[in-house]
């Protein structure tokens, strides 16, 4: 890149872009407002810019920024990483109106989750938005995954893939673009790929059946989104910057895809640490790619993460490593794509942002009450004050929003709620995303279980939140230590079902946003009305 004046007569260089490698990248910025530098970098032709929580503390204001960019670059595509429940930018502050994707597989009624993607699809119309990054296509196969887990519709490749097609064509009629992730499959792990690099080792049979089967579906979707992970039986390499991984995603569609394939973000640790984010910029162009996300700038400074991915693929033409005339070939056929999602946005009347937001609720709670279940039937609140321990201990990076949404449902209803960390204990889940994706022993510091002074009164009851206490040993002791002082403790549970732990009160909320956890204090206070009792 070079500095040139912005106009003639203008005082301050500014840099100057090769079109062709801004026709294949998807930008972040830090802020509300756009800043000088993406200025110059929409003037030039960049395709796509991404939106975060940071960039949309409420609608109003992301609907202001969209028109804002629409405004620089008419065929700028609009995307944002919405998937509603747990993994929400929209209503990050204040936890997502709508219900996790797991909760939508649970009430298995394709009507609801595709009303519930038109319910999304309608919100962004309203904010000015081109392109949702959902909806997730994993198998959610590992309990112990910590990225996925209710993020995902299900553990059956067959309910997976009738729901995301369900909630993709809800998105579409609100005329929203669709991008199925995370290809070929990140159900079936452990590791988070923000933090580190998954190895899914199954057999090609076994991986085809229970992961790539729900692919069958992206003929139907605008985009797929390629993950950051190993599978050794197909190949070598991550996915997201393998060669192998876009004939794959050819053959699981039986024929050709013609949509648009997305990285998933290139400064997630799977590939950037190695190897590195210029490096996997290139290697996931020669892989296939036809738009790079670069990932979210609140690790990095914005305008950097540009240049370094720019300069790293201009460097790369200019050695012959990638041909000029294919890339420029391949900017051409994103920029049809992208400006066909435009087209189709401004086609489509888009609701009153008041109307999206008050649908969105309504649909939300009618979704996620089916869905909430007292596994036993016998946990129920008494009328006592609560106290709230939330015993998670590994973040989501993936979720964005951090904060605690039980204690609040819970004051909603009239019910007096407390929590520690809001008496100087740890913090759990707050609000903006940690700044930086490597894991510390606790993320959330402070003791390692409140004082026994917090949950000792027998005149309070206790009502303690879990995610993954089989696998996280630290969430697990922090569980057991617990219940050996309080027996009579609720469970509620937001991870998967498969991981929740073995307890006679224990609710399965399907995922930690208000949505999920007004449902359960609904059904604390009234039982399991909504789907006709406990199971």
């Known amino acids: ?210 992961h790539l089967a729900p692919w069958r579906i992206a003929p139907w979707l605008d985009a797929v989104m390629t993950a950051h992970v190993l599978v050794p039986a197909l190949g070598e390499g991550p996915a997201s910057i393998a060669s192998w991984s876009r004939p794959l995603l050819d053959r699981a569609v039986g024929g050709t895809f013609h949509g648009l394939v997305i990285t998933d973000a290139l400064d997630m640790a799977a590939v950037a640490e190695d190897p590195g984010y210029g490096e996997a910029a290139v290697r996931a162009l020669e892989a296939g790619a036809d738009l790079l996300c670069l990932g979210t700038s609140l690790r990095r400074d914005d305008e950097q993460m540009l240049r370094e991915a720019h300069d790293a693929i201009l460097a790369a033409v200019d050695s012959g490593r990638i041909p000029r005339r294919s890339l420029h070939e391949r900017a051409e056929r994103t920029r049809e794509r992208l400006r066909s999602l435009r087209t189709r946005r401004r086609f489509v009347p888009a609701p009153e942002l008041e109307d999206a937001l008050a649908h969105g609720e309504a649909l939300g709670a009618e979704a996620a009450a089916r869905a909430v279940r007292s596994r036993h039937g016998h946990a129920r609140l008494e009328g006592r004050p609560v106290v709230v321990l939330d015993l998670r201990h590994r973040a989501q990076h993936a979720s964005g929003a951090r904060t605690q949404q039980l204690v609040a449902a819970l004051r909603e209803r009239g019910i007096e709620a407390s929590d520690p960390a809001e008496q100087g204990g740890p913090e759990q889940y707050r609000y903006p995303e940690p700044p930086s994706y490597p894991e510390p022993p606790s993320p959330h510091g402070g003791p390692d279980l409140p004082s026994r002074s917090s949950h000792g009164d027998p005149a309070a009851q206790v009502l303690a939140v879990t995610r993954l206490p089989r696998s996280d040993a630290e969430e697990g002791r922090r569980l057991v230590a617990l219940l050996a002082q309080r027996p009579d403790t609720i469970v509620v549970h937001t991870g998967v079902p498969a991981a929740a732990p073995d307890h006679r009160l224990l609710v399965l909320a399907h995922g930690g946003g208000r949505t999920m956890m007004r449902a359960v204090v609904d059904l604390l206070l009234h039982g399991d009305a909504a789907h006709g009792g406990a199971r």
């Open 1 to 210: 890149m070079t500095s040139i004046p912005s106009r003639p007569g203008a005082a301050a260089p500014r840099t100057r872009h090769d079109a062709d490698v801004l026709g294949v990248l998807m930008a972040p910025f830090t802020g509300t407002e756009v800043p000088a530098w993406l200025d110059g970098a929409l003037e030039d032709g960049l395709a796509s810019v991404i939106l975060f929580g940071h960039n949309t503390p409420d609608p109003a204001t992301a609907r202001e920024l969209s028109r804002a960019l629409h405004a620089r670059s008419e065929d700028c595509v609009v995307a944002i990483d919405e998937e509603g429940g747990d993994v929400t930018r929209l209503q990050a502050r204040t936890g997502s109106s709508l219900p996790t994707a797991w909760a939508l597989g649970e009430a298995d009624d394709p009507e609801l989750t595709r009303d519930a993607g038109r319910a999304l699809g309608d919100l962004l119309a309203a904010c000015d938005i081109d392109l949702d990054l959902a909806p997730v296509l994993d198998v959610s196969t590992d309990p112990a995954n910590p990225v996925i887990g209710t993020r995902a519709y299900g553990d059956e490749p067959d309910r997976v893939a009738l729901h995301a097609r369900a909630f993709a064509t809800g998105l579409i009629d609100a005329g929203i673009g669709t991008c199925a992730k995370h290809f070929p499959g990140h159900g079936a792990t452990a590791t988070d790929s923000h933090t580190a690099l998954p190895r899914i080792d199954l057999g090609p049979a076994q991986f085809e059946a229970d």
